[in-house]
């Protein structure tokens, strides 16, 4: 059931997932920026109150217009913002590494994509981030170049970032890194929920499964405020139609539809290198909560996590039931 309306404000608004500034093989063809019409913002709004949705509003650079903070402000709702625009941000997007020392992260919940070499090469400024945010969710852009031969140097990665943590954690400060920590907290999948419980309105009216679905193709888009939403095959998007994902236990995955159409061309069957890397994060947060035990430090409704033999879970298929 749906409960989430993303608004995108300008078809150049930042991007908080997997989609831009990091494309896939896909360039954007939005060229230069173009504010939604107020009236699509309008009529957006009144569509996500007759469904009774919680609206997100993601916000480009470029500061908007008086008369479109008025409509914004008339309703609930979620900021999700770069740090250009970070007064006010209830998610804040870091869209360059040079921006995480400043005092706008301290005690918020921030965004930051980037590749794995990237995430590497800046480990420095994350340990900094994790000492000032509340949450900090790292997005991974290169997952469909991962290979089995890069699984230790990600576990290296991880495990460095969970003796990060730990120092934190010794400060009485609980912060929360998604690839580690929500593992910890979750007994049930804790997906995207891209065209099952979430929806995005774009800047030219159109409903989209998520913002990377515009992004790639406006032509991919999933009805209109004037036609009304309209998701093809609704129920194969859903975990409970998902072969692999809903006899799997890495429920901290995104499960992120538009890379498994990418990869594998079935919206609800994920790649072998999202699997994989679900599971080394769900392995190594494992790891972490017996750091945590050995070290007497705790953390609220942590739960354990068993031991498992495998990365790709259709390894495991013999065991389905």
Not at 32 to 50: D, N, Q, R, W
Not at 223 to 231: E, H, R, T
């Amino acid at each position: 059931m749906l409960q989430y309306l993303i608004i995108l404000l300008d078809n150049r608004s930042v991007s908080y997932c997997h989609y831009r500034p990091h494309p896939l093989s896909f360039p954007s063809p939005m060229g230069e920026g173009v504010l939604i019409p107020l009236e699509v913002l309008k009529a957006g709004i009144v569509f996500a109150m007759k469904e009774n949705l919680n609206i997100q509003f993601v916000y480009p650079e470029e500061a908007l217009p008086v008369e479109y903070t008025e409509v914004i402000e008339s309703i609930d709702h979620t900021k999700i913002k770069p740090m250009a625009q970070a007064e006010e941000a209830d998610v804040l997007v870091l869209t360059e590494w040079q921006t995480t020392d400043v005092e706008s992260v301290q005690n918020a919940t921030c965004i930051i994509s980037a590749s794995r070499q990237e995430l590497k090469a800046n480990i420095e400024r994350v340990k900094s981030l994790l000492n000032k945010v509340a949450r900090l969710n790292i997005v991974l852009t290169d997952i469909e170049a991962f290979r089995d031969e890069e699984i230790g140097g990600y576990q290296t990665l991880l495990e460095t970032l969970s003796d990060a943590l730990i120092e934190v954690f010794k400060t009485g400060r609980m912060v929360q890194l998604n690839l580690l920590t929500d593992r910890l907290l979750l007994t049930q999948m804790n997906n995207c929920g891209a065209g099952d419980t979430t929806v995005t309105l774009a800047p030219n009216g159109k409903f989209y499964l998520c913002p990377a679905f515009y992004y790639d193709d406006p032509s991919q888009n999933a009805g209109s405020l004037a036609d009304g939403l309209n998701i093809k095959n609704r129920q194969l998007l859903r975990l409970n139609h998902a072969p692999i994902c809903r006899h799997c236990d890495a429920y901290q995955c995104k499960r992120c539809i538009w890379l498994n159409s990418y990869l594998t061309l079935d919206a609800n069957t994920p790649s072998h290198q999202q699997c994989v890397i679900a599971h080394i994060e769900r392995n190594a947060s494992r790891d972490l909560l017996a750091k945590m035990e050995a070290k007497g430090l705790h953390m609220s409704n942590t739960h354990e996590i068993p031991e498992i033999n495998y990365l790709d879970p259709f390894n495991n298929y013999q065991q389905w039931k």
